[in-house]
C-alpha cells in the first residue's frame, strides 16, 4: 500500500538554528499538507500546497516557517529560527484529486528543541 | 465553545465489546468527516471518511454523521485488543472556505482487554 515517508524520525536542533523536515508524498497525489502535534494536545493545520502554492496556512504558519517542493517527489517543511515552543510532532500528509479528498499521513517527525 | 469536541477518555473495554466513539462540533460548514486512528509513535492512519449527513459502513466499523445535531460516531463492533489506539475524528469544510484544512478532536484512548 501506498504511504507517506517523513524523515528524520526525531530531530534534535538547538534553539535559534534552522531545520529542514522532509515528506515524500504518495506518488500520484497533488495536494500536500503539514500539521504538527504538540504532546498532550490536538493535531493542528500548518499549511496546505497545491500547484506549487500554498492554499491555506494557519495563524502558526508564520513567517518562520516556509514550505517548498523542491522535486517531483519531496515536499519540505523549514523553520528558520527554532523556538522552545517549536518542539512537536509534526506530520506531512497529501491526498490526490482535490482538498475534500481524504487525506493520508506519515508517521512524523519529532522535533526538539534544546 | 472549542470548534471539535471530543471525550479522551480513556475507554477501556473487554474483547468482543461494542465500541462507540463521539464528537461534537460548532461549525456548520463542515461538511466531510472523518475517523483516524492513532497507534503510539505513528502517524493517524484513516479509518473512514464521509461525506455530509448518513451512514457508512466498512467492515466491523460504522461512522454516522448527523449534520443536525452536529454529531458524529463511529462503531466498532466486535472489539479486538488490536483496536487498542487513540481514535481521532477530523473535520473540513473543503471546496467552502477551507483549502483542505481539518480540524481534529483531541483524540479518545481506547484499550480493549483480552
Known amino acids: 500500500e501506498p504511504e507517506v515517508t517523513q524523515t528524520p524520525s526525531h530531530q534534535v536542533t538547538q534553539m535559534g538554528q534552522e531545520v529542514i523536515l522532509r515528506c515524500v508524498p504518495i506518488?500520484?497525489?497533488?495536494?500536500f499538507y503539514w500539521y504538527r502535534q504538540i504532546l498532550g494536545q490536538k493535531v493542528e493545520f500548518l499549511v496546505s500546497?497545491?500547484?506549487?502554492?500554498?492554499?491555506?496556512k494557519s495563524e502558526i504558519f508564520d513567517d518562520q516557517f516556509s514550505v517548498e517542493r523542491p522535486d517531483g517527489s519531496n515536499f519540505t517543511l523549514k523553520i528558520r529560527s527554532t523556538k522552545l515552543e517549536d518542539s512537536a510532532m509534526y506530520f506531512c500528509?497529501?491526498?490526490?484529486?482535490?482538498?475534500?479528498?481524504?487525506?493520508?499521513f506519515g508517521d512524523g517527525t519529532r522535533l526538539s528543541i534544546l | 465553545q472549542k470548534e471539535v469536541e471530543q471525550d479522551p477518555g480513556p475507554l477501556s473495554v473487554p474483547e468482543g465489546a461494542i465500541v462507540s466513539l463521539n464528537c461534537t462540533y460548532s461549525?456548520?460548514?463542515?461538511?466531510?468527516f472523518m475517523w483516524y486512528r492513532q497507534y503510539s509513535r505513528k502517524g493517524p492512519e484513516l479509518l473512514m471518511y464521509?461525506?455530509?449527513?448518513g451512514n457508512k459502513e466498512d467492515g466491523r466499523f460504522t461512522a454516522q454523521v448527523d449534520k443536525s445535531s452536529k454529531y458524529i460516531s463511529l462503531f466498532i463492533r466486535d472489539s479486538q485488543p488490536s483496536d487498542s489506539a487513540t481514535y481521532l475524528c477530523?473535520?473540513?469544510?473543503?471546496?467552502?472556505?477551507?483549502?483542505?484544512?481539518?480540524?481534529f478532536g483531541q483524540g479518545t484512548i481506547l484499550t480493549v482487554h483480552p
Open positions: 500528509a497529501s491526498s490526490d484529486r482535490g482538498f475534500d479528498q481524504p487525506q493520508h
Open positions: 506518488s500520484n497525489h497533488l495536494y
Open positions: 500546497f497545491y500547484n506549487n502554492e500554498i492554499s491555506e
Open positions: 461549525n456548520s460548514a463542515f461538511q466531510y
Open positions: 464521509t461525506y455530509s449527513s
Open positions: 477530523a473535520m473540513s469544510d473543503a471546496g467552502g472556505t477551507s483549502y483542505g484544512k481539518l480540524t
